[in-house]
């Protein structure tokens, strides 16, 4: 069976990846010059499920557990150093009704805060260590499933293509493009996502670290050699491009409350794309043909990618059927 997947971001390359190791000839196409050179390339990495369970759904959470799995024993690129939750003393109470939201964590002192992240000595009264949880370079993950989707014989790469130029026909269409699928997902809308990464020797973190805060909520996840990804927009918006002033302002403003050493940190990066998203934030497979939409991962695609490849291979290969996230009402995001 030739199966051609359209998209080379962390959806494509899973869902291509799975669709190889059931014995499928595969043609991957992008109009990109290489893997995860879309949103995957400004993603944070986490695999955190529960620290996501604080506002995603529980299909998001079983997703992201699935993907623990995933991503540190068939695809080992992740770190299972745990997540660490902070907020100043003054949201405490941000914490509290976090703790509530989520499991998997134990609340930690001042001194627990220090003994797994010696720099933030005396900067936190509280937190929640989440010690099951993992983090990767996403960069790095898309490398790696291109390496190992390149071992197999009947798998092709196509980039700097644009899919509709292909010819020659495939058994089935698989198509992984995200945000560029809205001229067949008229219901799928754009979250922008913008980040920073910053460089120095003055700080070192062994996991991400969340920062609670009213305004400014903030994540930093070590990158290694002194780089750090710092995240956290979510904006309503389908226009790409760069990174505005007011998201740098703000992801500055809380890195620094985190850390003050943080403010004399080179900036080697900045960047901004869109994630795709449908009205709820949950993932969707949706069938037209002989062509499987694999889309809607918003802000989880690290965390839900690897899950919905599997389905979307047993879709094809065995007939399978999800209503979990195949029996969606595409007038949903006009009641919501």
Not at 142 to 158: P, Q
Not at 304 to 310: D, V
Not at 323 to 331: F, K, N, T, V
């Amino acid at each position: 069976m030739k199966i051609r997947v359209i998209g080379a971001g962390v959806a494509g390359l899973t869902t291509a990846y799975e669709f190889a190791r059931a014995g499928c000839a595969v043609e991957i196409v992008d109009r990109a010059a290489g893997p995860g050179l879309g949103c995957s390339w400004f993603a944070g990495g986490m695999i955190a499920p529960w620290c996501e369970a604080e506002s995603a759904e529980p299909l998001v959470v079983s997703y992201g557990i699935e993907a623990l799995t995933y991503w540190t024993q068939d695809v080992p690129v992740a770190q299972i150093h745990g997540s660490l939750v902070v907020a100043p003393a003054r949201d405490r109470p941000d914490l509290i009704r976090f703790s509530r939201r989520t499991s998997h964590y134990e609340m930690c002192d001042g001194a627990a805060v220090a003994a797994l992240e010696p720099d933030l000595e005396g900067r936190f009264e509280s937190a929640l260590f989440f010690a099951e949880e993992a983090h990767l370079d996403p960069r790095v993950a898309m490398a790696k499933l291109a390496s190992l989707l390149a071992e197999h014989a009947d798998v092709t790469f196509r980039f700097n293509t644009e899919a509709d130029a292909l010819e020659g026909d495939a058994d089935w269409i698989i198509d992984c493009r995200g945000f560029d699928a809205r001229d067949r997902l008229t219901d799928l809308r754009g979250v922008r996502g913008e980040m920073l990464v910053l460089k120095t020797q003055e700080i070192n973190f062994a996991r991400p670290v969340r920062l609670l805060h009213p305004r400014y909520p903030v994540y930093i996840v070590p990158r290694g050699d002194g780089r750090f990804m710092i995240g956290a927009t979510m904006i309503e918006s389908g226009q790409g491009g760069v990174m505005t002033a007011r998201s740098a302002l703000e992801l500055l403003s809380a890195v620094c409350t985190v850390h003050p050493a943080f403010g004399e940190a080179e900036i080697i990066e900045m960047g901004a794309n869109v994630r795709p998203a449908f009205a709820d934030n949950l993932p969707r497979l949706r069938l037209d043909g002989r062509t499987l939409f694999v889309n809607g991962l918003y802000r989880h695609g690290f965390l839900a990618a690897p899950s919905l490849a599997r389905r979307a291979a047993d879709v094809v290969l065995k007939g399978s059927y999800f209503p979990e996230i195949m029996d969606a009402d595409p007038r949903e995001r006009q009641r919501a």
